[in-house]
C-alpha cells in the first residue's frame, strides 16, 4: 500500500511536469516564427503600417517588409502555418534559433562555413555581388578595383563576413564595425568613413534613396574575392530539422530567377524613406 501511495505520488509529479511542457508544445505549433533584423532594406525594414504586404511584428514595433518577408510569406503558406515575425538584433538571431524561440532566420544571412557549424541551411534563395557604397564626388566615386580603395576608410556590419573582406584592400583604413546599415549610412554621410561594404541589392537601395550616395561596383578580377556560400543568402534552421528543410527546399525551388528579380524590384521600389 505504501509502495503504491509513493507510486501515485512520482506519477503525479511526473504528469505536473509534462503538461506545462506538452501545453508549450501545442502553443505555437500552427506558427512559422522567422527571426529577422527588421532593419536590412531591401531585405528587410520596419514600417508603421501593412501596406505592400507587410506582416506585423511579434512585439507590436510596427510592421516588417521586404524581400525576406515576401520569402517568408510563402514558406508559412506552404508550410501551413501562420507567419509571425519576430524582431531581433543580427547577433541574437542564432542564438534564438538554437533556443527554440524562433523557427527560422530569414534575414540576408549567408550561409558561411562558420554558420554551418552550429546551424543547418537550406538552399539558397539569393545571391548577390559585393559592392561599396561611398558618397558621390569623393575620390572613390569613379573607382573600379580595390586599390582604389588604398587608405580609404571603411567599415562594414559587425559579425559579418563583409567585415572581414576589407583586409583585401591594401592600405585600409579598418573603421570598427557598426551594428547595422542604418549606422553605417549615417556615418558616411558624416565622412566619419569613407566606404562601407555591402550586397548590391542594398547598394542600389542607399544610392536610390541618397543622391549623396553612389554604389560602387568593381571591376571583375578586380574585387572582393569570395566564395559561393559567402554571397548568397539561405534560411537558417536549427540542426536536425531535416523534414522542415525538405518542405522548405521543395518550396524555394518553386521559385523562378525571374520571380526573385520582381520581389527584389518591388522591395527595393517599396521601402519606406525613413528606412533609405
Same mark, same amino acid.
Given at each position: 500500500?505504501?509502495?503504491? /501511495? ?8 511526473? !504528469?505536473?511536469?509534462?503538461? =506545462? #511542457? ?9 506558427? #512559422? ?9 531591401? #531585405?528587410?525594414?520596419? +514600417? ?46 542564432? =542564438?534564438?534559433? +538554437? ?30 555581388? !559585393? ?15 580595390? *586599390?582604389? /580603395?588604398?587608405?580609404? *576608410? ?15 584592400? =591594401? ?9 547595422? #546599415? ?5 556615418? !558616411? +554621410? ?6 562601407? %561594404?555591402?550586397?548590391? =541589392? ?13 554604389? %560602387? ?60
Amino acid at each position: 500500500m505504501k509502495k503504491n /501511495f509513493k507510486l501515485a505520488i512520482v506519477s503525479m509529479l511526473i !504528469l505536473a511536469m509534462i503538461i =506545462p #511542457f506538452s501545453g508549450c508544445g501545442r502553443k505555437g505549433s500552427g506558427e #512559422f516564427r522567422v527571426g529577422m533584423e527588421c532593419g536590412y532594406p531591401p #531585405f528587410n525594414w520596419t +514600417q508603421t503600417n501593412n501596406s505592400n504586404g507587410a506582416v506585423r511584428i511579434s512585439d507590436g514595433s510596427g510592421y516588417a517588409s521586404g524581400y525576406d518577408v515576401e520569402i517568408a510569406k510563402k514558406l508559412a503558406e506552404s508550410l501551413g502555418k501562420k507567419l509571425v515575425i519576430v524582431k531581433t538584433q543580427w547577433d541574437g538571431l542564432i =542564438p534564438a534559433l +538554437q533556443a527554440g524561440s524562433i523557427d527560422a532566420v530569414i534575414a540576408g544571412m549567408s550561409p558561411t562555413a562558420e554558420r554551418k557549424l552550429t546551424i543547418d541551411f537550406s538552399n539558397n534563395y539569393y545571391r548577390s555581388d !559585393l559592392v561599396l557604397v561611398v558618397k558621390k564626388g569623393s575620390k572613390y566615386e569613379s573607382a573600379t578595383s580595390l *586599390k582604389d /580603395f588604398a587608405g580609404a *576608410k571603411v567599415t562594414a556590419q559587425l559579425n559579418t563576413f563583409h567585415y572581414t573582406v576589407i583586409d583585401q584592400i =591594401p592600405n585600409v583604413v579598418k573603421a570598427s564595425a557598426m551594428d547595422d #546599415f542604418t549606422a553605417m549610412r549615417v556615418a !558616411l +554621410q558624416s565622412g566619419i568613413i569613407d566606404a562601407y %561594404v555591402s550586397e548590391r =541589392p542594398e547598394g542600389i537601395s542607399a544610392s536610390a534613396a541618397n543622391p549623396d550616395f553612389k554604389m %560602387v561596383a568593381l571591376e571583375k578580377g578586380k574585387g572582393f574575392k569570395t566564395s559561393d556560400d559567402d554571397v548568397a543568402i539561405a534560411v537558417g534552421l536549427k540542426k536536425g530539422q531535416t523534414e522542415t528543410l525538405k518542405k522548405i527546399n521543395e518550396v524555394l525551388a518553386k521559385i523562378s530567377d525571374k520571380e526573385k528579380t520582381q520581389i527584389m524590384d518591388n522591395a527595393i521600389k517599396n521601402q519606406p524613406a525613413a528606412q533609405k
